[in-house]
C-alpha cells in the first residue's frame, strides 16, 4: 500500500559517485525523468529557488505538457539554477527516503553535473576559484592590493575583471584579512584571559576558509566568548572543507580535503576536544556530507559525532552549566537570517535560541534563501537570479525594522546587505551570531 507522503525521519543514502552508473548516461536521463515526473505532478517546491518554476514552465509548455515530452538537452537549465541549499529535501518534499519515491533532488542535481564535468561542460573560471586555499593565500598575502582592486567602487578593475573571469561588476566581493585567524590565534591566545569560572570544557575551532581568510572578526568573537566562559580553546585550519568543489561537482577533491582535513581533527578528538565549526556550511560538510561521500570510513563517522556548530555550542553551555554573567543589552533588535545550510544540518534555529541569552533582546527570524549559493551569486550569467531569490529575503528583513541583521553564512549575509540598495535593510552590518554574544559581553 502506497503512502502519500512520509511520516518518517527523512534519511539521505551515501553518494555512490565511484560506481559507473552514477554518470552512466542513460541511466541518468532515466531517473532525471522519474524525479522530473513525481516533482511536475506535486509542485509543492514551486516557491523554494528557480529550478523549479524552469522545470514546471517547460512541462507546461511542451507538446503533450509532460516529462516525456521534454528532451535532454533541455534538463541542463534546470540543473543549473539549484544552488544546493537542500531546502526542497529539507522543508518541503513529502516523498524524500524512506518513501518509495525515494527521492533527493539536490543530490541528483550533483549527480548531473558530476556527468557535466565528466564530458567537460562546467565553466573554468568557477572551478578555479573552488580553489580556496590557493586564491586565498595570495588574498591575505597582498590584501590591501587586491581588496582595493576588487572594490565594487573600482569600476575600471572590476570591468576589467568581469571581461576576463566573468564576475559581475556589480556584487560586492568578500575583502582579505590582512592576517589568517589562525595566524591571529598563535599570537593573541594566551593575551586573552578573563576571570571566569573553571570548566572542563575543551574544544578547537575549525576556522574555516572564510573565517581564516576573510572574516577574522568571527573568529575572535567566538574565541574571546569560548574563553570568557572558561573553555579551553585551540585552533586548527588544515585546509577548506571542501564545499566549493562540492558546488562544482569535483567530488574526487571533496573526499580528498575531507581526509586531509579529518585527519588533523581527529588528533584533538582523540584528546578529548570537541571541534567547533563557525559557518554553517562548513559545519553542514563535516557532519552530513562527507559521511555520505565516505560512508564506510569510520574516522568521518567520528568526526562527524564530535563536530558543533558555535551557536549550537554556546546554547548547550547555558542549558547545562550556564553562561558567564556580564552580558548586557544591544540598542535594536535583531533579525536572524537562518540560513540554508544552517536549516540543513537539522539542529534547530541555535543561532535564534543563543541570541535570547541577551537581556531583552528583540529577535525575529527570517527562514527564506538568500540565493546566493557560493559562485552562483557571483557569476554574471546567475547573479541576476541570485538577486531575485534573494530580493523577498531582503524584503522580510527590511520589513522587520531591527537595528542588526545576524546571519551564520557570511556569504548569505553579503548577499542580503548588498540589497539594501534596493530594500533598504535596516541593519547596520550582517554579522555573524557570536559576534553580537561578544558585543553584548563587550568583549
Known sequence: ???????EAPIRHPIDFENPDFVNSEKLDLEMRRVFDICHGCRRCFNLCDSFPKLFDMIDESKNEDVESLSSDQFAPVVDA???????FMTKCPYVPPHEFDLDFPHLMLRYRTAQKKLGKLSFIPRQLAEIDRNS??????SKLVNWVSNIKNKFFRKILEIITGIDIRVQLPKYNSETFSNYFKNQKNRINYESK??????VIYSTCFVNFNKKNTGVAALKVLK??????QEAYPGCCGMPFLEQADLPKVVGQAKKVSKELLEWINKGYKVITLTASCGLMLKFEWP????????IKKLSKNTVDIDEYIVDISKNEGLAEGLHEIDGGITVHHACHARAQNMGIKARDMLKLIPNAKIDIVERCAGHGGTFGVMKETHDLAVKV????????????NKYMASDCPLAGKHLKQLEADTNISSDEAVHPIELIAKSYKL
Open 1 to 7: 500500500m502506497s503512502k502519500e507522503g512520509s511520516t
Open 292 to 299: 555520505l561521500l565516505l560512508p564506510n570510513d569510520e574516522n
Open 390 to 401: 534573494g530580493r523577498p529575503t531582503a524584503r522580510q528583513i527590511k520589513n522587520k525594522n
Open 228 to 233: 570568557k566562559n572558561g573553555v579551553e580553546v
Open 198 to 203: 573553571t570548566s572542563n570544557r575543551k574544544v
Open 137 to 142: 593565500k595570495f588574498g591575505v598575502m597582498f
Open 82 to 88: 539549484c544552488t544546493l541549499c537542500d531546502m526542497c
